[in-house]
């Protein structure tokens, strides 16, 4: 039995995430892979629940006045939950849509945090080593203009946790600029981050252009 590839997609918040994980699924199993895929939060989960009662501010407390590592720790609580029963070798490749990385950029750069260190380091120890969740072989970073992501989140329709409104992190422009440049940032320190260029002339490419990116950088830094 082989060792399960481990394939995260991250982007600010309506970067196309979701739609680009499907587009990556489809193709595998064309190929013959068997490929399983999980999203993160679990809304439907104890611990999902409670970051997204968080991310919308229900019980009183929003996600962006918790401090950085308290919010962290629910979101690895999370993944920790999810993982409890999973065996690597099951599949070729696991998909997943949000992972680490989103964590240690979501929690470094809210208003609360800005004079605060840097939580990367905290997450990685936190989640890859205490928790012991399968570490990733490449992070699938999905570059997008703020102002075009903004547009697609209420594109998106109906959510479990906000119905049809954005939440507390989605609202704030100002934090999702912020949250793109730690991306590079990061990009930067973190030999496997791929960073995909979805725009173009001030444009977002098409669904197809970017599947076609993702895939050709996944197959030429022989992720697959």
């Given at each position: 039995?082989g060792?399960?590839?481990?394939?995260?997609?991250?982007?600010?918040?309506?970067?196309?995430?979701?739609?680009?994980?499907?587009?990556?699924?489809?193709?595998l199993?064309?190929?013959?892979?068997?490929?399983?895929?999980?999203?993160?939060?679990?809304?439907?989960?104890?611990?999902?629940?409670?970051?997204?009662?968080?991310?919308?501010?229900?019980?009183?407390?929003?996600?962006?006045?918790?401090?950085?590592?308290?919010?962290?720790?629910?979101?690895?609580?999370?993944?920790f939950?999810?993982?409890?029963?999973?065996?690597?070798?099951?599949?070729?490749v696991?998909?997943?849509?949000?992972?680490?990385?989103?964590?240690?950029?979501?929690?470094?750069?809210?208003?609360?945090?800005?004079?605060?260190?840097?939580?990367?380091?905290?997450?990685?120890?936190?989640?890859?080593n205490?928790?012991?969740?399968?570490?990733?072989?490449?992070?699938?970073y999905l570059?997008?203009?703020?102002?075009?992501?903004?547009?697609?989140?209420?594109?998106?329709?109906?959510?479990?946790?906000?119905?049809?409104?954005?939440?507390?992190?989605?609202?704030?422009?100002?934090?999702?600029?912020?949250?793109?440049a730690k991306?590079l940032?990061?990009?930067?320190?973190?030999?496997?981050?791929?960073?995909?260029?979805?725009?173009?002339?001030?444009?977002?490419?098409?669904?197809?252009?970017?599947?076609?990116?993702?895939?050709?950088?996944l197959?030429?830094?022989?992720?697959?």
């Open positions: 039995m060792r399960t590839a481990v394939i995260a997609f991250e982007g600010i918040d309506g970067s196309g995430k979701t739609v680009q994980m499907h587009h990556l699924e489809r193709s199993k064309k190929r013959g892979m068997l490929v399983d895929s999980m999203s993160f939060p679990m809304y439907g989960t104890f611990f999902g629940r409670e970051v997204g009662n968080y991310l919308t501010g229900h019980d009183g407390v929003a996600a962006c006045d918790v401090d950085g590592k308290s919010m962290a720790l629910w979101f690895a609580l999370d993944r939950e999810a993982f409890q029963n999973y065996r690597d070798g099951e599949a070729d696991l998909l997943i849509n949000r992972y680490v990385l989103s964590n240690a950029v979501y929690q470094s750069i809210r208003d609360c945090d800005l004079d605060k260190p840097d939580i990367l380091d905290f997450v990685l120890e936190l989640e890859y205490h928790f012991g969740i399968p570490i990733v072989d490449a992070h699938v570059d997008v203009d703020v102002e075009d992501a903004g547009e697609n989140v209420y594109r998106k329709g109906y959510r479990e946790y906000t119905g049809l409104e954005k939440d507390v992190y989605e609202a704030q422009s100002s934090l999702q600029r912020r949250a793109r991306y940032e990061y990009a930067k320190l973190l030999n496997n981050v791929h960073v995909i260029p979805c725009m173009q002339d001030g444009r977002m490419k098409s669904e197809q252009e970017i599947a076609m990116l993702v895939e050709e950088d197959i030429r830094t022989g992720i697959l």
